[in-house]
């Protein structure tokens, strides 16, 4: 955010990533559901990328929601999808049971997403505990269940209106409740216009993340040519040393 406000270098390369992206975002809106892993180095031009993208994309009509694992994060469950749903649905620190569930009732609504179940799992997911005898005719693994079911079915059918991207980042971050939560939406995404995407580190591997259904695309560093055309949009030169070119290419390995 803050280089955005400074003012972002052309960007060098990533044509064929950004192409790639393009075509799977295109899937995703003609309903058939897409996902891309985006995987690479730190440093080496994932949030860049999905800048891009997502700049393209919203110019297109898509709606974008993000949210990120954090480092910290793996010992607190579900952390990227409450973070999302908290800031979807304005949801402050401190907020009470009663406005919580107003807020989700009134977003239900909006999806078309009747009946008091729905409304009581996702409230309860969000920290507006349902009521004990709710509660106690529904075993863990169904309560499980049943709260995937409505978080995935919240998601899709707000890509109804309009093709919707969901970007999670620091996907190697993430914790094991989340990510089968995250496995559960994948199942359900054919069908349906939406476009996830997912950034990670590389080493980060997962079987539900396969063809046909979900891509990898790994970023490598960038080519000798493409370190050339940065160093001279930043340092705004016609001409540059080929010595240095070579010099910065060898010792950053093309990481932008």
């Known amino acids: 955010e803050v280089s955005k406000e400074r003012g972002l270098t052309p960007l060098a390369g990533r044509e064929v990533e950004l192409d790639r992206l393009v075509q799977a975002y295109g899937r995703a809106a003609d309903g058939q559901g897409a996902i891309v892993l985006l995987s690479g180095d730190p440093g080496v031009g994932k949030s860049r990328l999905l800048y891009e993208i997502l700049r393209r994309l919203e110019a297109a009509g898509a709606r974008e929601i993000e949210t990120t694992c954090l480092s910290y994060g793996r010992s607190m469950p579900y952390h990227p999808f409450l973070d999302l749903f908290r800031r979807e649905l304005g949801l402050a620190d401190g907020m009470g049971a009663a406005e919580i569930r107003a807020r989700v009732e009134e977003r239900l ?18 920290g507006a505990s349902a009521p004990p005898q709710f509660l106690a005719r529904l075993e863990p693994a169904q309560l499980k269940q049943r709260t995937f079911s409505v978080v995935s079915q919240v998601l899709l059918q707000a890509g109804r209106a309009q093709p919707l991207v969901i970007v999670v980042e620091n996907e190697h971050w993430i914790d094991a ?12 995404l054919p069908g349906h ?64």
């Open 177 to 188: 409740s989340s990510e089968e939560l995250l496995h559960h939406l994948a199942r359900a």
């Open 193 to 256: 216009r939406i476009f996830l995407v997912l950034s990670t580190r590389p080493g980060f591997v997962a079987p539900w993340l396969a063809p046909p259904l979900a891509e990898t695309i790994a970023l490598e560093g960038l080519s000798s040519g493409d370190v050339w055309a940065m160093m001279r949009a930043l340092l705004g030169a016609t001409g540059l040393s080929e010595a240095l070119v070579e010099l910065l290419f060898a010792k950053s390995e093309g990481n932008p």
């Open 109 to 126: 609504r909006a999806l078309g997403i009747g009946g008091d179940e729905p409304l009581t799992l996702l409230a309860h997911f969000l």
